[in-house]
């Protein structure tokens, strides 16, 4: 099957079950006894033809394996097409064992899965955008999780997306946000080249719509706070294409990388679930820059920073779960800096820490990870 990748599994599917992936590197998976097929990747469901060729792929595996799935998985996001095509696939053929699973939940079961890890882990889920359960958008989780179930234990402040979708086009509008959440009014007299550059009209529709909660979502996302800083340091406004401020912010940091590791400060706020505020980490990158401090020492520097955040946060949820296993997953773990410097970090204060072997990191094993996840449920329901 060239257009279909098989998986063996040490987790017997006893009800074969139909995960129909994600939004973005959307892949779908039939698992059914103690293999998985994977379609591949489909790239972007909103693409028309993407769409269609994803239809007729799950059309065309389910006859050619003879297996009419019993039960289907699907992401939480009411909005995504997978999610609308799966409800249409259960009404059309009669499926009535059907589950929701959260995005980043899904990101750490593929991983759990691919390292046949059994139990509760601390999933550290790092990416740009995951529909989360409270409504908002989430993507700089601390899970607490087991196979069928999660618990969210921590994530990072949530701050506004001025525009939504809008705002990963322009990583500028979550710079602004951000300071706008630190210095109010005070934003504009920083006196750095952001905001000599801003224009001014623009500006002052994204204060507006800050203040007035105009079209401007909730995100706990890594991958927008990345954004916010590569638009501050190295001046990325607009992304052509997914990830690019990051990919251009991490090549950056490797000019700096034999550095002494440095990062800047961030505050974690106790609780049932920990709040990771990283407002300081804008002051003292706007103090660097004035400073005249290299761009490249600064994106290293606020890599450390991250890295250090997850080993911190991780410190405080082994002191309040007692566990040890730490999964990391998810699209921002594709930086070598951070997936590196995390695993030597961790590793030195004895955690034990799994990452992706065989299964894709990014929300290409999103499909994965609800089949797991789905089949663990019900499973578990007997």
Known sequence: MRDVDIIGSSV???KPV???????????????????????????????KSFTKYQKGIISLIKRLHTKPKIIAYDLHPEYLSTKYAMEFARRYGIDQAVSVQHHHAHI?????????????????????????????????????????????????????????KAILE????????????????????????????????????KQMLEKNINSPLTSSMGRLFDAVASLVIARDKVNFEAQAAIELEELAFEAIDSRFAGYGFKIKNGDCLVVDPSQIFKEIIRDVKHGVSHAKIAYKFH??????????????????????????????QNRIISELALDLLRSEDFEVFTHKQIPINDAGISIGQAVVANAKFAKRG
């Open 18 to 48: 139909l995960a129909f992936g994600a939004e973005l590197k959307n892949t779908f998976c039939l698992a059914f006894k103690k293999r998985l097929y994977i379609g591949k990747n489909f790239g972007n469901l909103e693409n028309l």
């Open 12 to 14: 017997n599917f006893r």
């Open 171 to 206: 990583p500028w509008r979550m710079a602004v946000s951000w300071l706008d959440n630190i210095y109010k009014d005070k934003t504009k007299t920083l006196g750095i080249d952001f905001t000599k550059r801003l224009n001014r009209p623009k500006f002052k529709i994204i």
């Open 304 to 333: 450390c920073t991250v890295v250090k955040i997850i080993k911190d946060t991780c410190m405080v949820l082994r002191k309040k779960t007692n566990l040890n296993k730490i999964v990391l997953s998810g699209g921002v773990f």
């Open 109 to 165: 079961a593929s991983c759990m899965f691919g390292n046949n890890i059994k139990g509760k882990v601390i999933g550290v889920a790092f990416d740009g955008t995951g529909f989360g359960s409270d409504g908002n958008i989430w993507g700089g989780e601390f899970l607490v999780a087991s196979l069928d179930n999660y618990r969210r234990a921590g994530h990072l402040k949530y701050i506004p997306m001025p525009g939504a979708t």
